[in-house]
């Protein structure tokens, strides 16, 4: 097996004898800048743990977030009922009615309406309110017999400080919405007041993070989940900890344990610890929120693709690519979509006709020769594996964050489309996680479980919790 210490190891697999020395040296220093050793990850680990601790004593904008999400209770398998949930992700809107069956099973019908560009700008609020029409209307919903409105579980995907279960405050957008009056407002509010004006017989009862519905969801079909990832257009977690680790928290009971939202997008938001190469810093500075997020930008669907658009053009201006020419297509931001990465990365046929078809048909590169076409393959090669890398160095920090769990078995709930689609991811997180979990512990007892909807149905999950809590107080 490679030594991971070695950065010959990052290095050797992605030079191309038959190529120019010129281009050999380029790659070389293009797949150091893209190393992350085990040092490395052992570097970060340590700075998640310091940060995490900052992050549960105060609310500092260097430390992580962990975010307190008022849900504290586990779900047991038994929760049984119809439920109506919102899924706010990144990309698309899902309206789903959740049947939650009694038996850890669970069924969904669901309706997903793609994020338009005008929602992620300017209308979102009256956006979400008209797709929760259509779903109303089409599938003949309406008020339970002797109440005014549907209640509804919310899952929101973008970080929110949250003053109750069903309130919170935006603290900032990211994934590319740029929305303008909801900043430090309450979101629920805004959806609400949406609601209000198109006449849908609505209720939020309940908000959360898509972490922590994916948490939920995979809790409710295995008791022993610890944690809830997202690996998609972002990236983030949410974890069980204890009340009494939580010094921020400012509730009475101080006994059991509540779900953390750590947000861990913004882990290094100063700089300090993660590899930055100039391909990084070329899409910070173009982004709407620069500097921030930069855990995120190196893992997630929505930017692996543009950091290797951005690693992609510093060869071809040098010639050492495509003869020196690109294409309008490619010369735009965002063009290259991390799903093309997915499909150039698995092409093992002898003349690499699908990363042929995604240069030359998808995004009109004037004829590539099969050298180029390998360059390519390899650069995406170098950020995905940094991608897998640095998402394996986050879960374990979390899970080394709470050592005592680990004498039992542990299941993580993940959901999104790098841990559905890339290749091999699944299986690269828990090769580079028994590095620092140990072997034992990840090959007898880590289990990784895709939460398929895991949002949605979390949502269904903790809306149900509440309405239950409500009835038994009214
Ligand atoms: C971004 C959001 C976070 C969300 C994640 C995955 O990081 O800040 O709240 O969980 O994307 O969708």
New binding site residues.
């Given amino acids: 097996m490679a030594d991971m210490n070695d950065i010959q190891s990052f290095i050797q697999p992605y030079l191309v004898p038959e190529g120019s020395a010129e281009l050999n040296k380029n790659l070389e220093a293009m797949a150091a800048s893209f190393a992350v050793t085990d040092d490395k990850i052992r570097e970060i680990i340590k700075g998640f743990h310091a940060s995490m601790k900052a992050g549960l004593e105060r609310d500092d904008k260097d430390a992580l977030p962990m975010i307190p999400t008022y849900v504290c209770g586990r779900p047991t398998g038994k929760e049984t009922g119809t439920f109506l949930a919102l899924d706010l992700?990144?990309t698309n809107l899902r309206v789903c009615q959740v049947t939650l069956n009694g038996d850890t099973t669970y069924s969904l019908v669901q309706q997903k309406f793609t994020i338009t560009q005008e929602a992620k700008e300017s209308r979102l609020w009256d956006f979400i309110a008209e797709c929760v029409g259509v779903f109303l209307e089409e599938h003949d919903l309406h008020p339970p017999t002797g109440r005014r409105s549907i209640p509804c579980g919310y899952t929101f995907?973008?970080?929110i400080f949250q003053t109750s279960i069903a309130s919170g405050n935006l603290s900032m957008w990211?994934?590319g919405f740029t929305v303008p009056n909801s900043v430090a407002r309450d979101v629920v509010n805004l959806t609400q007041s949406a609601f209000q004006r198109h006449h849908v017989p609505v209720e939020v009862v309940a908000i959360l993070?898509?972490?922590v519905g994916t948490l939920m969801t995979s809790g409710y079909s295995h008791p022993d989940t610890q944690m809830g990832i997202?690996f998609?257009?972002?990236?983030?977690a949410a974890y069980w900890e204890k009340l009494e680790n939580i010094p921020k928290w400012v509730g009475e009971d101080r006994s059991g344990e509540m779900v953390v939202n750590l947000?861990w997008?913004a882990f290094d938001n100063a700089t300090k610890v993660l590899p930055y190469t100039p391909h990084d810093n070329k899409l910070n500075r173009k982004s709407p929120n620069h500097g921030l997020?930069v855990y995120?930008k190196m893992i997630s669907g929505l930017f692996l693709g543009e950091v290797a658009r951005n690693a992609v053009l510093a060869l071809v201006d040098q010639r050492l690519v495509f003869n020196g020419r690109s294409s309008d297509i490619f010369n735009k931001s965002y063009t290259f979509d991390t799903a093309y990465m997915s499909e150039i990365v698995s092409d093992e046929t002898p003349d690499l006709s699908v990363v042929q078809t995604v240069l030359e048909s998808t995004l009109d590169i004037p004829l590539t020769t099969l050298l180029d076409r390998k360059v390519v393959k390899n650069v995406c090669n170098m950020i995905g594996t940094r991608g897998v890398r640095l998402s394996a160095a986050a879960m374990s920090a979390v899970l080394l964050a709470r050592p005592e769990l680990l004498t039992n078995t542990v299941s993580v709930g993940i959901d999104g489309s790098m841990y559905q689609f890339y290749p091999n991811f699944e299986r690269d997180l828990y090769t580079v996680s028994r590095v620092f979990l140990g072997e034992d512990f990840v090959d007898n007892r880590l289990k990784l479980h895709l939460a398929k909807d895991g949002s949605g149905v979390g949502a269904a999950i903790v809306a149900m919790t509440v309405d239950r809590d409500r009835e038994h107080h009214a």
């Fill in positions: 992700g990144g995907s973008f970080p990211n994934k993070n898509d972490t997202i998609g257009t972002g990236t983030n947000e997008g997020q995120e």
